[in-house]
């Protein structure tokens, strides 16, 4: 099954964005059994019918992203009718929803967006406002009353474009190929570096013999996700299970979800409230637990402490403290997280303060270093505070980063320990099994 | 210009490595001021040559990477000979250099690398084995005393290949177009959807008549990059000029810059320090602030007082205003503004409080609304406080957007405020030209 991909857009071909499909892409399907002939990337120039008419006849499925925004170059869903032999026809269905995420601005240049060649399916696009389609390409007549070349038209930013591949393309790809009988198990890892991953999945198969399982991985902000491949259940689990083992305690979650989704369950479950209190991330934390809608009803507030001063100012810090022994102690973050408890009334507070860099390392504290409290009323156990409040801190030291992964990194540490406070797991017993962050 | 650039590599379609040269390659190119057509990614299986004689009638140079090793599969010399009609011999001086460098290995495998097509220009490669060369492809009989497609012949390891197209491809490339006599301006765009900017630009080309412009976008987390291209730069400005003065004051900025890097180069040039007091962006425009390293050179810190609560206990918002008049006022966003200036001590004091929703809408305010204050004591314009400090606040109504734009938007819309309000320009004077976002 030979398999030809068109990546259009005029960014990539003028040296403006990196192309992030092609590996994402060939991997998978290389994984399937399909032989990619060649991925061509093009600008939105109108020259990508030529260029698809070149394709059809050595080609089985045609991938193809991007050209389907609103705009006057964004031609592939015509070109695609053209070569089909097709008209476009309007969607009610897409028209309606399109209509729910962008209101009246849908009779302007979006329109078009709600138009498809007749006889495609549709793909839903939940992250944009470009749907995908896909159907045949009729190579001769001969193939007029069924296949042809198959075609998947999908949007090109890669954050819209991977869940759909992924969730549509992937299986139905899967299925025409006649490998349906696979199953995948979804995990989200949080933490490690992507090739880490990587070499503790192959020692995992390796050791345990895992032979027919395999994996593939999507980097996302705060998290991987981490897909296991293979007919035998059992198999899968087991992958997962090992490799959880090895990787480090609270690290690999099952299904598809998020670190601060899973303090954000702890908090709604136990009706609790937090607050905040940053310095490196600076609002990060803060953003995150109110990214979710509804976000009123576990999150209370908190500061930025950035400067020393904001610090002794708005959390009563000890100033002579930091003189001594600087903000990234486990001390200092101690008081943050008193502090900010102490001032709002919550449930709990969590403080955050570390060495997020390119510069600031101190003597023992390299880069990547940072400070966790966690503080509550509600617990109290040895170190609870002259103020009746429970309090404990951890100090975690990551390897490579830069300075926007190690702040998204800092703000996932707190998450997970946050929670495991919650749940009364002394924070050390976690991050001690942390080796290969 | 017209380029085609073909990347042989089976590791390139299998997912096995990632593409480095497409980006590298065509951000030079188009800076020279060369068109690419399209990037090409094959497998070492046979199928360059029919690939390359599809892109000689369109193209004026080609580019090509990988296939020059010792094995059968590299097979790029025999295929660039045949195309250009010529035999392929052997080269004395690559010879002795490569007899040098591997000594009686030469007589095995690699003896192939000494082979050139007849004519054609050797390139050195101090890095390998595989030394590259160019010259030209014939499109027909008319061409046969000179010109046709010039074609560089590469290695595919990127530490290879680009210091052999930094060093000899590249001035061979500047020289054979001559002067460059297309341009680019780049400018920063921020608040506007992207269909409605595709909007305004149609709308200012067709009422200046301004035939010779084209445009670009690329759409980012917090702006929207516009490329203008144009030969005539007098156009190129005067398109930008008219862009500028329909889609509202402070929304296009010249350059790739940021909302925040606007700001921040202000609070630099004045030696000042902000705090910030965020509501519905809860810590967003903190983290925006500290993006940047050395922020602790501008931002002092701030609160994020997303609970009605937190916004009395730290910042002594008036319980009763927001009881009678809700959290979304000209009078909240100013008592936010004025409460961290006064806790904080620094220079400039920025509040955001708005309806991201989903849910949440008020009578008059539906979801997109936004207030924003600015409070200084070293301003002492009209509405001085009590306590002496200067305070503006402004409301903006944005159309439709989700909960994650809705918030990024919030924050860039208080960057861009806070840089006027330190200039001296009355808020209102800005948001009342604000009429597309």
Chains 1, 2 share one sequence.
Request: charged share 25%.
């Amino acid at each position: 099954m030979n398999v030809s991909i068109f990546l259009i857009g005029t960014e990539l071909v003028r040296g403006i964005i990196q192309d992030k499909h092609t590996m994402f892409l060939t991997s998978k399907l290389t994984s399937m059994g399909y032989a990619v002939r060649r991925c061509v990337i093009i600008p939105d120039d109108g020259s990508v019918k030529e260029e698809i008419e070149r394709a059809v006849p050595d080609s089985d499925v045609i991938l193809l992203t991007g050209g389907l925004g609103p705009t006057s170059d964004d031609i592939t869903r015509e070109v695609v009718a053209s070569l089909a032999g097709v008209p476009l026809e309007k969607n009610t269905q897409v028209w309606n929803r399109l209509y729910d995420k962008i209101g009246d601005r849908i009779y302007g240049a979006n329109e078009v967006q709600t138009l498809f060649p007749k006889g495609f399916t549709v793909i839903d696009n939940p992250l944009g406002t470009a749907a995908g389609f896909s159907g045949f390409l009729k190579r001769d007549r001969a193939e007029a009353d069924g296949g042809g070349v198959l075609i998947f038209c999908m949007p090109g930013p890669p954050r819209e474009m991977q869940p759909m591949f992924i969730n549509t393309v992937e299986p139905a790809l899967a299925d025409y190929i006649g490998r349906n009988n696979t199953g995948t198990d979804e995990y989200s890892v949080f933490l490690l570096a992507e090739a880490r991953l990587e070499d503790l999945c192959r020692q995992v198969k390796l050791v345990n013999g895992l032979d027919g399982v395999s994996w593939g991985t999507r980097f996302q902000d705060c998290k991987i996700s981490l897909y296991v491949n293979g007919e035998n259940a059992g198999e899968r689990r087991l992958f997962a299970e090992k490799l959880r083992a090895i990787a480090g305690k609270g690290l690999i979650a099952d299904g598809c979800t998020e670190a601060v989704q899973i303090l954000v369950n702890t908090l709604r479950e136990k009706n609790y409230l937090v607050s905040t209190a940053e310095s490196a991330t600076s609002g990060l934390l803060a953003k995150l637990l109110t990214d979710i809608p509804g976000s009123s009803a576990w999150y209370w507030g908190g500061v930025n402490s950035y400067s020393a001063d904001a610090k002794i100012k708005m959390l009563s810090v000890n100033e002579k403290e930091i003189k001594e022994h600087g903000m990234v102690t486990l001390e200092c973050a101690k008081e943050m997280a008193e502090g900010v408890l102490r001032i709002s009334g919550a449930d709990l507070g969590v403080s955050i303060t570390g060495i997020a860099g390119p510069s600031g390392e101190e003597e023992g504290k390299p880069l990547g270093t940072v400070c966790i409290g966690c503080a509550s009323v509600k617990k109290n156990g040895e170190g609870a505070s002259s103020d009746g409040a429970d309090c404990e801190a951890v100090m975690v030291k990551m390897s490579h980063h830069t300075r926007e992964s190690g702040r998204r990194r800092f703000a996932v540490i707190a998450l997970i320990l946050a929670n495991f406070y919650l749940l009364g797991v002394p924070l050390i017993d976690i991050v001690s099994t942390w080796n290969y962050i």
